[in-house]
C-alpha cells in the first residue's frame, strides 16, 4: 500500500471480463473516432474551395442501403456490449445460495464489518480467497458506496435499504477499499483495506479474534432488551404472531396481500409496522425508526432469521 499502482491488479472473477468490456469498448471506440477523424481530413483536402472534385449527386444505395448498414452494425454492436455488460450485473444481483455472509455498515466516515462468528473490525476487510461472499450493505446515515477497484466492484449503501454484493476473491494480497459516494466532509479519509487471505489463513485470523457473540445471539439479546419479546413471545398479554418459522416464507397481510419474509420484509416491520399488517392481528406494533441503529437491526434481523431455519419448538421461546 501508499506506492501509487499503474497496473490494477484483477483479484476478482469479475474482474478479467470487466477490464475485457472496458478494452473492447475503447477499441471500437478509438477505431471509430479515427474513421470518422480520417474521413474529415479526407474530405477537407477534397473538397477544398477550388478542388476540381466531382460535387453531383451521389448514387441512390448511399443514401439507403450505406447509411441504414452502418447505423444498424454500429448500433448492434453496442447493444451487444451492452448486453454482455448488463448479464454480469444482473448475475451480480441474485444472492449466492451458498456464500458466507458478512455483514459491512457505513456510517460518517467508517466502515463497519462483522463476520458470521462475530468478529468485528473496522475500514478493514479479511476475506477467503477462492470462496463467494454475500456482502450484506446497510448504511446508519447517508449513502456511501463500497468500492473495491481491484475487484472491479462497486455497491451504493443506501439507508433504509438492504444492498448485496457477492464478492468472489481470486488472489490473496490486499487492496484498497473505498467509499465511492460524497457523504460528507471526511468522505475521503473513508478508505480501508480488503485482506484476501488462503482459505486456512482466514481460518486462523477469524480464531485469533476477540470472541464477539455471534449476530443472531446479539438479536436475541435485543430481542429481550428492546421489549419485542414482551409482545411476540410467551404469555403475553398482547397478541402478536410468534416469529419461529417466519422467515423465509409466505406471509398473509390483512390487506389480503401476501408477501415473501425476506430481510427487507422484516426491516420493515420493525422500521414501519403499520405497512405490512399480518392477516389477523390488530396493527399495535410500535415503530422502532430511530431507536435502533443499524447494527442493532441488522442483529434483530439475524435472530428472526435464525428462527426460521431452526425447528419451531427447539427456540429459546417461552422464558
Ligand atoms: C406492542 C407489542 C409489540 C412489540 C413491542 C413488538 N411487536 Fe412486532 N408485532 C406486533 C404485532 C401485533 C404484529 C402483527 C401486526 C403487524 O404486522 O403489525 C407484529 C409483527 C411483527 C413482525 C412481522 C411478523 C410476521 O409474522 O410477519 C416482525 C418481524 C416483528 N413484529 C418484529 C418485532 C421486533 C424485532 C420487535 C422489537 C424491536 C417487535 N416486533 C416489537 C406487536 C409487537
Ligand atoms: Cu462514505
Do not use: T, W
Given at each position: 500500500m501508499g506506492e501509487i499502482e499503474i497496473i490494477l491488479p484483477?483479484?476478482?472473477?469479475?474482474a478479467g471480463s470487466t477490464d475485457g468490456k472496458l478494452l473492447g469498448l475503447i477499441i471500437i471506440s478509438s477505431l471509430i473516432t479515427l474513421l470518422v477523424a480520417g474521413l474529415v481530413g479526407i474530405f477537407a483536402i477534397r473538397y477544398r474551395k477550388g478542388s476540381k472534385a466531382s460535387r453531383g449527386r451521389l448514387p441512390a444505395w448511399f443514401d439507403s442501403d450505406l447509411e441504414l448498414g452502418w447505423t444498424l452494425a454500429t448500433g448492434g454492436l453496442f447493444v451487444a456490449i451492452f448486453a454482455w455488460a448488463a448479464s454480469q450485473d444482473f448475475a451480480l444481483a441474485v444472492p449466492p445460495q451458498r456464500a458466507t455472509e458478512v455483514h459491512a455498515v457505513g456510517k460518517q466516515w467508517m466502515w463497519k464489518i462483522e463476520h458470521p462468528g462475530g468478529q468485528r473490525e473496522i475500514n478493514e476487510l479479511h476475506l477467503p480467497v477462492g470462496e463467494t461472499i454475500d456482502l450484506v450493505l446497510n448504511s446508519q446515515d447517508v449513502i456511501h458506496s463500497f468500492y473495491i477497484p481491484a475487484f472491479r466492484l462497486k455497491q451504493d449503501v443506501v439507508p433504509g435499504h438492504t444492498t448485496r454484493m457477492r464478492i468472489r476473491p481470486t488472489r490473496t494480497g490486499t487492496y484498497r477499499l473505498f467509499c465511492?459516494?460524497?457523504?460528507?466532509?471526511e468522505h475521503s479519509a473513508m478508505i480501508g483495506r480488503v485482506v484476501v487471505l488462503s482459505k486456512e489463513a482466514y481460518a486462523d485470523w477469524l480464531s485469533i479474534q476477540p470472541e464477539g457473540d455471534d449476530l443472531s445471539t446479539e438479536g436475541r439479546q435485543l430481542f429481550v432488551s428492546r421489549g419485542c419479546a414482551g409482545c411476540h413471545e410467551g404469555s403475553s398479554k398482547v397478541r402478536a404472531p410468534r416469529l419461529e418459522g417466519v422467515f423465509g416464507g409466505p406471509v398473509p397481510l390483512a390487506d389480503g396481500r401476501t408477501v415473501t419474509a425476506d430481510d427487507a420484509y422484516i426491516r420493515d416491520s420493525i422500521?414501519?409496522?403499520?405497512?405490512d399488517v399480518v392477516a389477523?392481528?390488530?396493527?399495535i406494533m410500535p415503530s422502532f425508526a430511530g431507536a435502533l441503529d443499524e447494527g442493532e437491526l441488522v442483529a434483530l434481523t439475524a435472530y428472526i432469521r435464525s428462527l426460521g431455519r431452526r425447528d419451531a419448538t427447539a427456540t429459546g421461546g417461552t422464558p
Open positions: 484483477q483479484a476478482s472473477v469479475e465511492a459516494e460524497y457523504c460528507g466532509s422500521l414501519q409496522p403499520k405497512k389477523g392481528f390488530a396493527p
